[in-house]
């Protein structure tokens, strides 16, 4: 079976860090690019965070620059998200989603997702 597994989330209070890790089982992910959506209760999913096959190229949402770091490990084919200085309003169910590196591909690749809370 090909899965997406996330883990890492958790509560915790503003300020603090937490780092999600997602690992691929079933196949490999490799060679896709990689990305790490949230979502808001009663809100659409939204990225935040994506990443190249390589790792050499990275993008954030406005609300997490500075703040969160993608990075990926092929040898153990899973990807990182380092959150720093969390806030409130970055409470959410996270997911990290894969795609194939060709234009106009999307992300059909999904977790099951990882709560984080932070309280203020």
């Known amino acids: 079976q090909v899965q997406l597994v996330e883990s890492g989330g958790g509560l915790v209070q503003a300020g603090d860090s937490l780092r999600l890790s997602c690992v691929a089982s079933?196949?490999?992910?490799?060679?896709?690019?990689k990305a790490w959506f949230r979502q808001f209760p009663g809100k659409e999913r939204q990225v935040v965070a994506e990443?190249?096959?390589?790792?050499?190229?990275?993008e954030y949402a406005d609300a997490v620059k500075g703040r969160f770091t993608i990075t990926r490990d092929n040898a153990k084919d899973t990807v990182y998200l380092q959150m720093n200085d969390l806030k409130f309003e970055d409470t959410g169910v996270y997911y990290c989603a894969a795609r194939r590196p060709v234009q106009g591909a999307t992300y059909k690749d999904w977790g099951q997702g990882t709560q984080v809370v932070v309280s203020s």
């Open positions: 990443i190249t096959w390589s790792g050499a190229i990275t």
């Open positions: 079933g196949r490999s992910f490799n060679t896709f690019e």
